[in-house]
């Protein structure tokens, strides 16, 4: 089934022109592999290698040569999969936080239930990914109009992994948490696109849209350790302000036109240090180092956009 995903092809896609991200924003996703010992790029693999995934990849054949988003993202998903490939919606962020939380709570090894929690968070975000792949269509194109059907198809499938694989945790408490992230997700989807960034409108969707799904499966991962509830809250900040740092990050690498780059590059500072001193109350070790560094090179990158955005443009 890899092989066929390997073989669509499709022509490049430029979205908001070119992003140039730091390389201490991919090199600390990488350190922090190595500290909890697990490469993110197995989250999505073991969902890929099954019937009705390989079915769904025979499907997307179909698709070449449209650009339907749904192809462009199947393709993604093994190109930028992992920190070593460019970075985009599909880095493993939110499952590398959860094993970094994980093992910053608790000089043991990490769970089998929080890789787990990892693999199904990965799972859950790239269904609502998928959701958003269905193009609107002015007139009646087979093709596409097939494309978006899938995309609904594929998005039910994986949600349905998911669910499967919540209740496998056995711990009613993080079935509640992760459905209440869904419910947030499916939320913002009908929400506003058009948002004023910082207000508190954008804030409010960018919280549903990203950060509930970070902050309650952090949440989760404490929960499946049996840590003290004053972890479990610190993380659910923690997680909070990782999204709003990272959406401006993302803002500011993507689109220029009519923001101020020195407001959101200052705002994006303070939530990293917010995000930082959530999880002040953890011990020192190597996992809470990792979780400064990629919340740091979040800083890093939106200077070099701020700085991108600074510099005379050719006529």
Known sequence: MLSVLKRLSYPPLLVGGARCFSRDLKQSMLDAEKVVGYSTSIFSLRYLLSDEVANIALHLKKLVGTRHPLLIRARKMLTEGSPSGSLGDNWQLRGLLILLVSKAASTKAILGTQRSLAEVTELIHFASLVHQDIVDLENADEALSSGNKLSVLTGDYLLAKASVGLANLGNTKVVQLMSKAIQHIAEAQFSQRELAILDSNWYNRSFHEMGSLISNSLS?????????????????EFGRHVAFAYSIMMSLATSHDGVDVEKLHEACRQHVGQAKDAIGIFPPSDAKDALHHIVDSFVKQSSISALTASLPRDS
């Open 220 to 236: 989760s991962a404490i929960c499946l350790g049996n840590h003290d509830a004053k972890y479990e809250a610190a993380v659910f």
